[in-house]
């Protein structure tokens, strides 16, 4: 099995700053391949904010092209969300997934608040 723990979440004021941590443990056997942060805000679905392959390549959701960036640490199974330029509307509860080949595993999640 593999546990997902997410950190770094926060309050943070509008055109802050906020680094989000994933780190994965158990995983020891198990190749992790896409990793991917995730955010759902209080009445909506859950939505794509960015992933990364196991080789680096990158997608962002358009609401945050130009302010997020994903990275990863392959040896460590760590992924990172760097969130600049803030906006109240990024507010949610930011989740981990990282997949595998044959499943996928979830965090528990990190409130990311952004004050107007």
């Known amino acids: 099995q593999v546990q997902v723990v997410e950190s770094g979440g926060g309050l943070v004021q509008a055109g802050g700053s906020l680094t989000l941590s994933c780190a994965t443990s158990?995983?020891?056997?198990?190749?992790?391949?896409?990793m991917g942060w995730y955010r759902q805000a209080p009445g909506k679905e859950r939505e794509l904010v960015a992933a990364i392959s196991r080789g680096g390549g990158t997608n962002y959701a358009d609401s945050v092209k130009g302010r997020f960036t994903i990275s990863r640490d392959n040896a460590k199974n760590t992924a990172y969300l760097q969130m600049n330029s803030l906006k109240p509307e990024d507010t949610a509860i930011y989740y981990c997934?990282?997949?595998?080949?044959?499943?996928?595993?979830w965090g528990q999640g990190t409130q990311v608040t952004v004050s107007s």
């Open positions: 997934n990282v997949d595998s080949a044959y499943r996928d595993w």
């Open positions: 158990g995983s020891i056997f198990i190749t992790i391949n896409t």
